[in-house]
């Protein structure tokens, strides 16, 4: 079974420029959830979409947003790009319930300069 | 709201020597409580996951972790480290509502010396 794939693995785009994440989650789940890791704050919950809905969202500002597909893949966009979004994009899928595996893709390098 | 604190940012250990990775959590209810390590410019993979019954689980890699509902804990152990060990390790606490939303904590990078 193929592991939970993101595109691109490393990106680079200045201030104010949009950006948009893939991610292909595992054959058969329904559920892809969005994480970023920045060495200040660690991983932190962006969004969560269940069956091409968000049914979750973190603590985030609206330049952040998502979306899903009737195949479950997810993409993320981030808008009006600042410094502090440089991170690591980590994109985790599920079967959807709490106390399932969430397996985790390689994640995505973004640089904002 | 829930909550995870690792209290150790870095630990080193010999190899060969045993090891503890300490994880309190906070969360209204018997928690779903996982244990991830991330390697350098990887994802991260589960090493184990408790969510009710026997308190002491056992994962993949030889690693094991207990729960203790009194110290609102779930530590991390490994009775002898290998050097290919060496990776940060997260603790995650999740929801019973049934979103798949994760708690992490701030990880806890292992070091292994020779």
């Known amino acids: 079974k193929a592991g939970v794939t993101q595109t691109p693995r490393y990106l680079i785009k200045t201030r104010g420029q949009q950006v948009t994440l893939s991610c292909s989650p595992i054959s058969g789940h329904r559920s892809v959830s969005w994480y970023q890791q920045t060495p200040g704050q660690g991983l932190q919950f962006l969004f969560e979409?269940?069956?091409?809905?968000?049914?979750n969202k973190g603590n985030f500002p609206g330049r952040f947003s998502g979306r899903q597909f009737s195949n479950s893949r997810s993409e993320m966009n981030v808008s009006t790009l600042e410094l502090g979004d440089s991170a690591l994009y980590l994109c985790?899928?599920?079967?959807?319930?709490?106390?399932?595996?969430?397996?985790f893709g390689p994640g995505t390098r973004l640089t904002v300069l | 709201a829930q909550s995870v604190t690792q209290p150790d940012i870095h630990i080193t250990v010999s190899e060969g020597a045993s090891l503890e990775l300490r994880c309190n959590y906070s969360y209204g209810a018997t928690p779903y409580l996982f244990w991830y390590v991330q390697s350098p410019g990887q994802g991260l993979q589960l090493l184990l996951k408790y969510f009710s019954g026997d308190t002491l689980v056992q994962g993949i890699k030889g690693f094991e972790a207990e729960f203790k509902r009194s110290q609102s804990s779930f530590n991390l152990r490994k009775p002898s480290v290998h050097w290919s060990d060496a990776a940060e390790y997260f603790c995650?606490?999740?929801?019973?509502?049934?979103?798949?939303?994760?708690?992490f904590g701030k990880g806890t990078m292992l070091l292994v010396s020779p």
């Open positions: 995650a606490v999740g929801r019973h509502s049934g979103y798949s939303t994760l708690t």
């Open positions: 985790a899928s599920s079967l959807g319930q709490g106390k399932d595996e969430q397996f």
């Open positions: 979409y269940f069956s091409e809905t968000q049914r």
